[in-house]
């Protein structure tokens, strides 16, 4: 087996430890996807709780915030109109501790009659 040229002992490594904060950002912009993925549908979720509540007399606010984890809470929003709710709420950012991104939706119940 031929030997490598002078000065090449090492080279692998040295390559592999410079892509290592690559790695790392593009695993945290795939994480932040996820996160911003999980409050869209989270955020659907408390729009129909909420419009539930809207649609039978009751708070709209604390039945959407009662569908959301407490770390999505400081950040949400509620809207009930006449014949739909609207939720957005913030996406935390994985660093830093700001918002990266507000996600909404919208849902629309009937009035229950009683």
């Known amino acids: 087996m ?3 040229p002078p000065g090449s002992a090492g080279q ?4 592999t430890v410079a892509l290592l904060p690559l790695i790392a950002l593009v695993g945290a912009v795939l994480w ?4 911003v993925g999980q409050a869209a549908w989270l955020a659907g979720a408390a729009a129909r ?6 649609a039978v007399g009751a708070d709209p ?6 569908a959301l984890p407490r770390r999505l809470e ?5 809207r009930a109109g006449e014949r739909d709710v609207r939720v957005r709420i913030r996406v935390p950012a994985l660093v830093g501790g700001g918002a990266v991104v507000r996600v909404s939706a919208r849902a ?3 009035e229950q009659g009683g």
């Open 61 to 66: 606010r604390a039945a959407a915030r009662a």
């Open 108 to 110: 629309h119940l009937q």
């Open 32 to 35: 932040q996807g996820l996160l």
């Open 12 to 15: 692998a490594s040295v390559e």
């Open 49 to 54: 709780g909420a419009a539930r509540a809207h």
């Open 74 to 78: 400081p950040g949400l929003d509620v």
């Open 2 to 4: 031929p030997h490598p």
